[in-house]
């Protein structure tokens, strides 16, 4: 029944999306709106994309190893995926449900009366779409995703798809800054009454149209063409601090308005914190001692939860917490410091873990590090170590002030500056860059994006097909999904719901019906 009520919601959206040209046309009744303002389409939008990097990063997180189940043998720790379901499908959703033919409506209306800074803001969205998109799925549907006319469609190739991610941010630069040179405005007004994200602010708009950029030619690292000067060039028009980063507002006043990753929604209570990410802020990855240190990074007591006895422990996956049974054993819920350490809901969460904390998209740490492995790559080691430290710094600022209702830095000051100091000249940070490696800088943007950046961990995990030279605290999963016959995972399968009940002779075509089919290398990762 559930599977048809979505079935019927999908034919519904899309032949409301299809006629509604028609409905607008005929529509003269003076109490309902014959057209849509742009700024009532933001923010469903600003929150359908929360909701989609929300919804899957619940399974990307486990093959990531930023988390694992509370109990052994869970199909996603064994990289594996469940047959017949949407689950790993929302972001697909998103860029065709939540964004699709919204960004069109939006694009009408701000067309139509001239708001520049609309128009630039849709193509920002489309265009972060299929960079995500993209990432996760290798192949989408670009050029017949808006025809009304089609019932089928045909994948395109994700080269075409990663074009596009550019395509639409330059023509969102175009807009977004027309819109300052048209009226002089870097506040707009107009723009903040639907924008949930910059409240208005364009120049933050644009800085995040870079960070799209900057992403878009990281990603392509592998290939022949890789531009380490591009990634650093979009990279320095992007995010200058945290005040810069894409996160949107939840109110937290009830679950429909509150933060995925809040006690009101309780997703969190199912997960395990990773070995990895305990050893990456105890310090026994970066020092190379097999003896925890729990004093050297301010971050670990924000982050993570100790046992009852006081110790910090992790899920290696898929062998769940061995210690379940145990009360003064047991991992504690994913849930970060907080008051009450085992009981859902209780006590008072810290980091991202609040009903009102914002749904982050990107950030001033991430862009960092973006560029220190682009120039790592590129034999710029003192480059590289500057915004190594860059990152480092951001991702103390951002965990000591983490993002919470209408601010994009919140006012906790959680970590002192003495505390901040003391860890940057500490021995998990290296001191020059003659001593960096790149596992450095991939390993504490690893940390930099715990819990809201699980899709770029495992971009770069999968750049680097899960090299434990670089990872050194993931471990390849004792058993793997049968259908996997031994290989890694690489892709989310498209969502199940709309392309294998709909689209099945395309999918053929990208071989998506295999079974192994989740374990193909996406184009991006390959040389």
């Known amino acids: 029944m559930k599977k048809i009520i979505y079935t019927l919601t999908a034919m519904l959206t899309l032949s409301f999306a299809s006629s509604c040209k028609k409905y607008v046309d005929i529509n003269t009744n003076p109490n309902a709106p014959t057209s849509v303002d742009a700024s009532t389409l933001l923010p469903p939008m600003l929150a359908g994309m929360a909701r989609g990097n929300w919804y899957d990063s619940r399974y990307i997180g486990q093959y990531a190893q930023i988390w694992g189940a509370a109990t052994a043998n869970n199909v996603w720790d064994q990289e594996g995926y469940i047959p017949g379901s949407d689950s790993g499908g929302e972001m697909w959703r998103t860029v065709y449900f939540s964004l699709g033919q919204n960004v069109n409506l939006m694009l009408e209306d701000a067309t139509a009366t001239k708001k520049y800074d609309y128009i630039g803001v849709a193509w920002a969205l489309r265009a972060w779409g299929w960079q995500n998109g993209a990432d996760e799925y290798n192949n989408m549907v670009v050029k017949e995703a808006y025809d009304p006319t089609k019932l089928t469609f045909n994948y395109d190739s994700p080269d075409y798809v990663y074009a596009e991610v550019v395509k639409d941010c330059q023509i969102a630069l175009n807009y977004l800054n027309l819109a300052k040179n048209t009226d002089g405005l870097t506040l707009s007004p107009t723009l903040a009454k639907g924008d949930y994200m910059y409240y208005g602010d364009r120049s933050k708009w644009i800085k995040f149209v870079y960070a799209i950029l900057a992403q878009n030619a990281l990603h392509l690292s592998n290939k022949s063409t890789f531009n380490a000067d591009a990634v650093k060039k979009y990279a320095d028009s992007s995010f200058v601090s945290n005040a810069d980063n894409a996160s949107v507002q939840n109110t937290g006043s009830q679950s429909g308005d509150s933060n995925f990753w809040g006690p009101t929604r309780a997703n969190l209570p199912s997960f395990r914190q990773s070995d990895f990410m305990v050893r990456l ?152 860059g003659a001593a960096l490696q790149l596992s450095d800088i991939l390993q504490q943007k690893f940390i930099a994006l715990f819990v809201w950046g699980a899709p770029e961990v495992w971009a770069d995990e999968r750049r680097y097909q899960y090299d434990t030279n670089i990872f050194q605290g993931y471990v390849k999963p004792t058993t793997i999904y049968p259908d996997n016959a031994g290989k890694q995972v690489y892709l989310l399968r498209p969502r199940y719901n709309s392309e294998y009940i709909w689209n099945v002779p395309a999918l053929k075509l990208i071989g998506a019906l295999n079974a192994d089919y989740h374990t193909t290398k996406p184009w991006f990762i390959l040389p």
Do not use: H, W
């Not at 001692?289 to 100790?306: F, G, H, K, M």
């Not at 991430?366 to 991702?395: C, H, M, P, R, W």
């Open 281 to 432: 802020l105890d310090g026994r990855i970066f020092t190379g001692s097999a003896t925890p240190n729990n004093t050297l990074d301010p971050r670990l007591p924000l982050l993570l939860a100790p046992s009852k006895d006081g110790v910090y422990r992790g899920v290696l996956a898929p062998l769940g917490d061995p210690n379940a049974a145990d009360a003064n054993l047991l991992i504690p819920i994913m849930a970060g410091a907080k008051t009450d350490l085992t009981t859902a809901g209780a006590g008072t969460p810290k980091y991202i873990f609040n009903d009102n904390s914002r749904g982050v998209l990107m950030t001033y740490s991430e862009v960092q590090f973006f560029v220190a492995e682009a120039l790592y790559k590129k034999g710029d080691l003192s480059g590289a170590y500057t915004y190594y430290k860059n990152g480092i710094t951001g991702s103390l600022d951002f965990v000591s002030n983490p993002p919470i209702g209408n601010t994009a830095v919140g006012p906790q000051n959680y970590i002192s500056a003495t505390a901040k100091a003391a860890y940057l000249a500490g021995p998990c940070v290296k001191q020059s």
